[in-house]
T-cell receptor, first 114, second 114 residues
């Protein structure tokens, strides 16, 4: 079965640079979520989109922005990177229209800020 | 706002022994409950979920969990563990509407010893 695809899998950036993370949800899924998992921590919700509109917002820094495109893929844009942004970034998708709340996660993008 | 507490940060157990990973939650509304497993350097894989109905939920890899509303718990159990079960286990909750964010517990590292 198709899964959530994230790219790139690994990314190394310098402080103050920008990064773009991409997420391709499971086909037919209409909702995308972004989570950040710091070293040794649990995942923290950043932001979600339903049918290309922002649905919910968590602890996402103002330096970060995200959007969902017409083909339902999503991108997380991160600017003025800081050392503390080094983390594993997960994308998840779900089929909200089906009335369930099961989120399926991608493999994650490991961002390292030097 | 909901919160999740995983009482044990680490659980060492011998192979073929039974195991229980504890999870308690708090929420002012009805919730959906999930257990995810994370193997080293990998994404989050859904083990099982409780949405409604029977309080005993069976998942993949021989795991099961029981929803106890009065004790606000959703403990994960397996009657006989294998070395391959060594991983980080996360309990998560979302408020009872589809499309809501997941709030994770701090995780429990299950260490299965030969």
């Amino acid at each position: 079965a198709a899964g959530v695809i994230q790219s790139p899998r690994h990314l190394i950036k310098e402080k103050r640079e920008t990064a773009t993370l991409k997420c391709y949800p499971i086909p037919r899924h209409d909702t995308v979520y972004w989570y950040q998992q710091g070293p040794g921590q649990d995942p923290q919700f950043l932001i979600s989109f339903y049918e290309k509109m922002q649905s919910d917002k968590g602890s996402i820094p103002d330096r970060f922005s995200a959007q969902q495109f017409s083909d339902y893929h999503s991108e997380l844009n991160m600017s003025s990177l800081e050392l503390g942004d080094s983390a594993l970034y997960f994308c998840a998708s779900s089929f909200r229209l089906a009335g369930t709340d099961t989120q399926y996660f991608g493999p994650g993008t490991r961002l390292t800020v030097l | 706002a909901q919160s999740v507490t995983q009482l044990d940060s680490q659980v060492p157990v011998f192979e073929e022994a039974p195991v229980e990973l504890r999870c308690n939650y708090s929420s002012s509304v009805s919730v959906y409950l999930f257990w995810y497993v994370q193997y080293p350097n990998q994404g989050l894989q859904l083990l099982l979920k409780y949405l409604s109905g029977s309080t005993l939920v069976k998942g993949i890899n021989g795991f099961e969990a029981e929803f106890n509303k009065s004790q606000t718990s959703f403990h994960l159990r397996k009657p006989s563990v294998h070395i391959s079960d060594t991983a980080e286990y996360f309990c998560a909750v979302s408020e009872g509407d589809a499309g809501n964010m997941l709030t994770f517990g701090g995780g429990t590292r299950l260490m299965v010893k030969p």
